[in-house]
């Protein structure tokens, strides 16, 4: 296992902390002590091991190495103090915890501030806390120490004196403190602990022996020159000693000072070496080549992106970009005089010029260029730079030129576009007058197919009222040349003739209806007599052969339109009808109107249709009659006039099952 691993378990940590506060309890008895005056200076160096452990590993290895020894020092130092020690003992516990506990919220601080505020209210705390346990505890437990402990048992102290301890204690704890932090610091110390070691701890241990060094060696000139001086003379030494512990503390305080400087000089240059990859790196990823040359004849290239290797072709470290040479030596010879003339004209303006140039790349070929940059002076030496992008706009150019080529043939090309869109307008145009043509010549067809239905109940129908006429005149004329008229042959021949008479003038103003021609959609029609009117027409198909079941509602069933258009619907549905019953058969016709809605319901019994072509009765030129019988026109005409007086149809139908036609309109008051 590597020491590294073993280094960072918890256990190695324990026993760290453990021995830390053995060594502290037992090398109390070594610590720095000096007397002056009635004053005693004790510095008890040991207590070092504890505050390190805290302070590299926590509130956790503080409370261990406190309790292991580092807090019970005093009981070897001062044992006069008596019960007063619990105040020694606490003060120091505190102090190592408290360490810890820094150590501890250091880790979730992302603010250096805030840190160092919190820091500096700890301290104050620590010294209100300090100095409150002396000046209201000491005193109080010496009072309770019996005087036959020891020879020198203290039973009270006067307030300058406990004052003196704890500016002492104060001293004492923040060198030890600034000393640990150093120590922490140096690599060789933090190898021991298993923590990691930063880059800049790296001169640490450096620093802080040359400190050292430096003061060990003003205290040996001091003490030679001292010892010069005063030969053949008496005089106190002590002051060689304070001044030797004076040296070393500011050594050590500098040292610390050197090296948290040293901390802060490699944050920065690694922050300002950070920033400057991420500036190289911006600059490197950007389309564009950004440079910065001097504002001289040559325009001498200082720093260029790597991209303009991709637009020259020549590397980066070519002589193209060096001191000697220059991007100006790649322009095109044509452009050299007018892009240093425009360039120096736009700086002597605004300090900032674009140009556009063309230069000769490595493989000899011609590459447009766009180049913006502005002049800015060095405050020191006073030397114009330009700072600049570059671009290559070749591609652009390309297209400009032949955005130009077009420009100066568009005359041209809108007159040759704009022939051909008259020849194609004309063709077009011919091209619906052919379609109009076509269509009129199947509309009027499928009029010629109705007309024929028409005229063929015509003259079924006009023939039987002629034959009353006729025969009741042949009668009266026989009567007549006989002398045998009598008054009750006469009614009966003269009700003949009437009846014929009334058939054909029903005949005569049902086609006169159907036969209307009027363009206007704004005529009341009855559609019952509409439907009447139909059935009169087609009355000699269906007489004798097919019954016809009328089912009209109480109400007139009137709506706004067109008669004779309607009139053709209604004619080609029933005709429908009828010639889908091949034999006998009925047709049910029935009218209702629901809220505003006239609903038409005719139903034959005939042979139905299949439901695949369902969908498709009402698709121009479908049909499924014999050749001759129709052309697939009857009810894609029928759906256009019901449309057009915002009516629907609606077919339902099974084979051999007959077809229901369902027809609404909206109806008028």
Not at 262 to 276: D, H
């Amino acid at each position: 296992m590597r020491f590294d691993n073993i280094a960072s378990s918890s256990i190695y940590r324990v026993i760290l902390s453990v021995i830390a506060g053995l060594l502290c309890l037992v090398l109390a008895k070594y610590s720095i002590s000096y007397q002056f005056d009635n004053l005693s200076i004790d510095i008890p160096w040991s207590l070092l091991f504890p505050i390190i452990v805290a302070a590299a590993f926590g509130t956790r290895s503080a409370v261990i190495s406190a309790i292991s020894g580092g807090v019970l020092f005093p009981l070897l130092l001062w044992p006069s103090n008596g019960y007063a020690l619990v105040v020694d003992v606490l003060s120091l516990f505190v102090l190592i915890v408290l360490v810890g506990f820094v150590t501890d919220i250091k880790k979730r601080f992302h603010r250096l501030f805030s840190y160092r505020i919190l820091v500096v209210t700890l301290v104050f705390g620590y010294l209100i806390f300090l100095s409150s346990i002396y000046f209201f505890g000491f005193n109080y437990l010496l009072s309770f120490n019996p005087t036959f402990w020891t020879d020198s048992t203290v039973t009270s102290l006067p307030d300058f004196v406990i004052f003196s301890i704890i500016i002492k204690c104060a001293l004492n704890y923040l060198l030890l403190v600034i000393f640990s932090d150093i120590l922490i610091t140096l690599p060789e110390v933090r190898k021991v602990l298993g923590l990691r070691i930063e880059r800049w701890m790296k001169q640490n241990s450096r620093v802080f022996s040359l400190s050292l060094l430096i003061a060990l060696v003003v205290w040996a000139i001091f003490y030679l020159l001292d010892a010069l001086l005063s030969l053949n003379k008496q005089s106190d030494k002590d002051y060689i000693d304070l001044s030797f512990m004076v040296l070393f503390l500011s050594s050590g305080i500098i040292g610390w000072v050197l090296i948290y400087y040293n901390r802060s000089k490699n944050l920065a240059e690694a922050k300002l070496q950070n920033k400057q990859q991420q500036l190289f790196s911006i600059i490197n990823n950007i389309p564009s080549v950004v440079y910065r040359c001097v504002y001289d004849a040559n325009w001498t290239i200082q720093m260029i992106s790597s991209q303009i290797s991709d637009i020259t072709g020549y590397p980066l470290r070519s002589g193209i970009y060096s001191d000697r040479r220059s991007l100006a030596n790649l322009l095109l010879h044509e452009d050299v005089i007018d892009v240093e003339k425009s360039i120096n004209q736009q700086i002597g303006l605004t300090n900032s010029f674009q140009v556009e140039y063309r230069i000769v790349t490595r493989s000899g070929a011609v590459r447009w260029i766009s180049e913006v940059g502005r002049l800015c002076f060095d405050n020191e030496t006073n030397l114009g730079y330009i700072d600049g992008v570059i671009n290559d706009i070749t591609s652009r150019k390309e297209l400009e030129f032949e955005v130009e080529h077009y420009r100066n043939n568009l005359e041209l090309l809108v007159k040759q576009r704009t022939e051909e869109l008259e020849i194609a307008n004309e063709e077009l145009r011919a091209t619906l007058e052919k379609l109009n043509t076509t269509q009129l010549q199947l509309i009027q067809s499928e009029k010629m197919a109705s007309l024929g239905v028409l005229t063929a109940g015509f003259a079924h129908e006009i023939n039987n009222p002629l034959n009353y006429i006729m025969g009741g005149c042949t009668a009266l004329q026989e009567m007549v040349n006989s002398g045998e008229i009598a008054n009750s042959d006469t009614t009966i021949l003269l009700n003949s003739i009437k009846e014929g008479v009334t058939r054909a003038s029903a005949i005569v103003k049902s086609l006169n209806q159907i036969s209307t021609t009027s363009s206007v959609f704004s005529v009341i029609c009855n559609i019952s007599n509409i439907i009447d009117n139909c059935l009169t027409i087609l009355h000699y198909r269906t007489d004798g052969r097919i019954e016809i079941l009328k089912n009209y509602c109480s109400e007139k069933c009137c709506i706004k339109g067109n008669t004779g258009q309607l009139h053709q619907v209604f004619l080609n549905i029933l005709l429908n009808a009828i010639q889908a019953i091949a034999d006998k058969g009925s047709i049910t016709i029935s009218t209702i109107i629901v809220q505003g809605v006239l609903k038409i319901d005719i139903t034959d019994t005939g042979c139905g249709i299949a439901s695949e072509n369902l969908s498709r009765v009402v698709d121009p030129f479908f049909t499924t009659k014999e050749p001759r019988v129709g052309i697939g026109l009857g009810l894609t005409i029928c759906y256009s006039i019901i449309k057009e007086h915002e009516g629907s149809v609606d077919f339902f139908s099974e084979e051999n099952m007959g077809t229901k036609v369902l027809i609404t309109f909206p109806i008028v008051d």
